[in-house]
C-alpha cells in the first residue's frame, strides 16, 4: 500500500466580486446582518460566459504547476460539483480535454454537495493506495450563482463561485492519514435543490431549480456533527487536540468555522478562513481555503492539517493530511 501525498495546490476566483453593499439593492438585507451572522464581505460571481468546466481548468492547471508535473503526468481526474456544466459527459471528462490528457485515465464527478471534495480526496487516497492510479487530479469547483434565487436573502447572501484542486501523488512518506465520510439522507427536506430530470420534469418548460435552506436547522446539526466528526477523526489517528496545526473547514459560515476550532481546542489563527472573501463556494471552499493558505505561507510542509466539511445530503466528512 502506497501513501498520498499533496504534491501542489491551485484554485481560482471569478474576476467579479459581489460585495454585501450590492445585495443591499438586490434583497432586504443589510452589510451588517451578512457580516455578523455569516462572516461573509463579497463573493466572486462567474461570469456568464464561464462555466464550470472553466473554472476548474484553472485550478487544476495552477495545482499540476504547483507540483512541478504536466497535464499528462496526471492518472485519475475527480471533479466535486453541484453545479456541473451539463448532465453528460461530466466536468472531470470535460477537464480531461480541455487539459489535453488523453491517455484515457478515469476521471469522474462526485457528487456531494459541500462535501465532495472531501469525497474525492478520500477516493484518490484509495486510488494510489492500491496502485490504481499514481498522481490523481482533485477539483472542487462551483457556479453556485447558477443555482440560487436572486430573490431570497436566506440564500443568496450565502453562496459564491470559484475552484480549487489538489494534486496527489504516491509518495513513501504519509501524506492523507485517514478520512472519515458519512451521509444520511434523512433530512433532504432542509437542503436541497429539487430540480433535474427526476418524476414531474418537464423537458419543454425545464428551468434550472434553486437551492432551499433551512439554515437555522442545518446550522445546529452542522455544528453537532462536525464536533463528532472532529473527535472522530483524532481518535481514529490516536491524536491529540494539540497536534493539529490547521483546521481548514468548509467555508459555509464563520460561526460553524469557529465552533468547530474550538471544539478543537485550537484559536481562530490557525483555522484557515476565506469564507469573508469567497462566501460559501460549497465543494470548492477547502481547497481554495488550503491553497490560499499554502500560498501566503501559512501553511508549511509537514504541518498537520484536518480537513472538515458538512453538507446536503446530509453528507459530511473530514481528511487528516500530513501537508
Ligand atoms: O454549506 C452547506 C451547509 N450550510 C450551512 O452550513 C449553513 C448553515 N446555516 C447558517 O449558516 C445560518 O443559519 C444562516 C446564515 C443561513 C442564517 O443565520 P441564522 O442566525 O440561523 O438566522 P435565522 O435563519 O434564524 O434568521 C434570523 C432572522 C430571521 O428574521 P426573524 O424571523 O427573526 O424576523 C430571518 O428572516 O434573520 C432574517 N434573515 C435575514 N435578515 C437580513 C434571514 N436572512 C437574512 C438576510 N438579511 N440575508
Redesign the pocket.
Known amino acids: 500500500m502506497s501513501h498520498a501525498r499533496i504534491a501542489g495546490t491551485g484554485s481560482y476566483l471569478p474576476a467579479r466580486a459581489m460585495t454585501n453593499a450590492e445585495l443591499e439593492s438586490l434583497?432586504d438585507?443589510?452589510d451588517q446582518?451578512?457580516r455578523e451572522?455569516?462572516g461573509i464581505i463579497e463573493r466572486h460571481i462567474a461570469d456568464p460566459s464561464e462555466c464550470c468546466t472553466d473554472l476548474a481548468e484553472q485550478a487544476a492547471r495552477r495545482a499540476i504547476e504547483a507540483a512541478g508535473l504536466m497535464p499528462e503526468d496526471i492518472d485519475l481526474v475527480i471533479v466535486a460539483t453541484s453545479t456541473p456544466d451539463q448532465v453528460f459527459p461530466s466536468t472531470a471528462c470535460r477537464l480531461l480535454e480541455r487539459l489535453g490528457i488523453h491517455g484515457g485515465p478515469p476521471a469522474f464527478d462526485m457528487a456531494a454537495a459541500?462535501s465532495g471534495f472531501v469525497y474525492g480526496l478520500d477516493t484518490a487516497t484509495r486510488f494510489i493506495a492500491t496502485g490504481g492510479a499514481r498522481r490523481a487530479l482533485v477539483v472542487g469547483a462551483e457556479v453556485f450563482s447558477r443555482i440560487l434565487d436572486w430573490t431570497d436573502?436566506?440564500t443568496c447572501?450565502?453562496f459564491g463561485d470559484g475552484a480549487g484542486a489538489v494534486v496527489l501523488e504516491q509518495s513513501e512518506q504519509p501524506g492523507v492519514l485517514s478520512s472519515h465520510l458519512h451521509a444520511d439522507g434523512r433530512q433532504e427536506p432542509l437542503?436541497n435543490v429539487p430540480w433535474g430530470v427526476g418524476q414531474g420534469y418537464d423537458a419543454l418548460n425545464g428551468d434550472t431549480g434553486t437551492v432551499s435552506?433551512r439554515?437555522?436547522e442545518?446550522?445546529r446539526v452542522?455544528v453537532r456533527t462536525l464536533g463528532a466528526l472532529v473527535d472522530e477523526t483524532l481518535a481514529a489517528n490516536s491524536l491529540d487536540r494539540s497536534d493539529v496545526d490547521w483546521l481548514v473547514p468548509?467555508q459555509?459560515?464563520i460561526r460553524?468555522m469557529t465552533a468547530t476550532a474550538r471544539q478543537l481546542g485550537l484559536s481562530v489563527d490557525r483555522m484557515v478562513s476565506t469564507v469573508e472573501r469567497h462566501g460559501?463556494t460549497?465543494a470548492a471552499s477547502i481547497p481554495l481555503a488550503l491553497d490560499t493558505a499554502v500560498r501566503d505561507g501559512r501553511i508549511q510542509r509537514g504541518d498537520l492539517l484536518l480537513l472538515e466539511a458538512?453538507?446536503?445530503g446530509f453528507t459530511w466528512g473530514s481528511a487528516l493530511v500530513r501537508y
Open positions: 434583497v438585507t443589510s446582518w451578512i451572522r455569516t459541500c436573502r436566506s447572501v450565502l437542503l435552506m439554515g437555522n442545518v446550522f452542522a468548509h459555509a459560515n460553524i460559501n460549497s458538512f453538507g446536503a
